[in-house]
């Protein structure tokens, strides 16, 4: 092979490796995401999941306010990082219609030990391993923790966010569906 056609060889094939790195960066981060099944929103709701007392009960009673939906485990660091802020937006948030949700994909007694520990002061769920499979319904293809979803009032995903959140995409996401009609 000519030193020339090598050479364009190379950076052709280096071009290629850099864009599906950027591609896979971009999805890890989720500004790439799949759009969620038209029937994920109503599936989450009527899941039916385990409260840290052992009720079983499903989204569905939190209809009419925004939901911010967080897949996360006490195991995660980046969820450990986020929850924080959850507990703080929680409280900030809560007398415009907006309820956070936690879905535990662990074990009972570790989410009510990290709940005592953080204080979380919005609804915890165990979800286990359906969890998982539910979120990736929902357009969490890879099954990472933390993921995020944000429903509308209505019901209807508005945005499906993986990894960590910082207060700022949060807000951005947020922000809109607050001076929406009801």
Not at 99 to 121: C, H, M, W, Y
């Given at each position: 092979m000519r030193p020339l056609r090598r050479a364009l060889l190379a950076v052709a094939v280096g071009g290629v490796a850099a864009a599906a790195g950027v591609g896979a960066h971009l999805w890890r981060i989720g500004s790439?995401?799949?759009?969620?099944?038209?029937?994920?929103?109503?599936?989450?709701?009527?899941?039916?999941?385990?409260?840290l007392d052992g009720v079983t009960r499903t989204l569905e009673e939190f209809r009419g306010r925004i939901?911010?939906?967080?897949?996360?485990?006490?195991?995660?660091?980046?969820?450990?990082?986020?929850?924080?802020?959850?507990?703080?937006?929680?409280?900030?948030?809560?007398?415009?219609?907006?309820?956070?949700?936690?879905?535990?994909?662990?074990?009972?007694?570790?989410?009510?030990?990290?709940?005592?520990?953080?204080?979380?002061?919005?609804?915890?769920?165990?979800?286990?391993?359906?969890?998982?499979?539910?979120?990736?319904?929902?357009?969490?293809?890879?099954?990472?923790?933390?993921?995020?979803?944000?429903l509308d009032r209505s019901g209807v995903i508005r945005a499906s966010l993986v990894g960590e959140l910082t207060e700022a995409r949060l807000r951005d996401q947020v922000q809109p569906l607050l001076s929406a009609p009801s």
């Open positions: 790439i995401g799949v759009r969620p099944a038209d029937n994920a929103a109503r599936a989450i709701l009527e899941s039916r999941l385990t409260t939901l911010i939906v967080n897949y996360w485990a006490t195991w995660c660091a980046p969820c450990r990082e986020e929850i924080p802020m959850f507990v703080r937006l929680q409280q900030e948030f809560s007398g415009n219609g907006v309820q956070f949700i936690g879905i535990a994909v662990d074990q009972a007694d570790k989410v009510l030990d990290f709940s005592r520990e953080f204080r979380i002061n919005y609804p915890l769920f165990i979800g286990g391993i359906d969890a998982i499979e539910l979120s990736r319904k929902a357009g969490n293809r890879a099954g990472v923790l933390p993921y995020t979803l944000i």
